[in-house]
């Protein structure tokens, strides 16, 4: 069975993102989200926190002050495409997939490939999220929508999924055929949002 390229899925996610974001105005940071009690400000906070943790892993720095949630200072846009583009740059390094990557919200470390597949799950839905509060779409290549419901099908459930802090809500039942519906719904997400 061929191995995923998930540096290739990750960087095709990690730059929807980045066109998303490029189009949020000062007046959409207070907008909710789909992320339960984070406005887009706390989630782009959040998404651009994780881009210089997964880099510092990925460099094998397991450090924890590196995930504390950062300030966008006083352009957001511009404080979430540099971490963007950092991220793109540590995981384009040769070997990325061959590192061991120490995540300390997980209590340990991980195989490189596994943890980008980590990332660009996160991606995937984070984008969505951003979609969904801007009032509009995201579309993704259907290799990465393919990939990216084959990640989720396999994020832990259960009792986990209850805990503060945990990255994804409990599933939601969903009956629809779009892969990228079907993530979003397996991670917590209801596909129909705000309804």
């Known amino acids: 069975m061929p191995t995923v390229d998930y540096v290739s899925l990750d960087a095709q996610a990690v ?73 793109l740059t ?42 969904k509060t801007l009032g509009t779409t995201v579309t993704f290549t259907p290799e990465v929508s393919a990939a990216a419901l084959d990640v989720a099908r396999i994020v832990p459930t259960g009792d986990l999924r209850l805990t503060p802090g945990t990255p994804f809500g409990p599933d939601v039942p969903w009956s629809g055929t779009d892969p990228l519906d079907q993530t979003v719904a397996l991670l917590g997400r209801n596909p129909t949002w705000p309804n």
Not at 45 to 61: I, K, L, N, P, V
Not at 76 to 84: F, G, R
Not at 97 to 121: K, M
């Open 90 to 131: 540590a995981f384009a390094e040769d070997g990325v997939t061959e590192r061991v990557f120490p995540l300390p919200e997980f209590g340990t470390s991980f195989p490189g490939q596994q943890a980008i597949s980590f990332h660009f799950i996160d991606y995937v839905v984070h984008s969505w999220d951003v979609a």
């Open 15 to 87: 730059r929807v993102s980045i066109d998303l974001v490029a189009r949020v105005t000062d007046d959409d940071l207070a907008k909710p989200t789909p992320c339960r009690a984070w406005t887009l400000y706390g989630l782009l906070a959040h998404m651009a926190t994780q881009h210089y943790g997964f880099a510092a892993a990925s460099r094998g720095d397991g450090d924890e002050a590196g995930w504390k949630l950062r300030d966008l200072g006083d352009d957001p846009v511009k404080a979430y495409i540099d971490s963007a583009e950092h991220v």
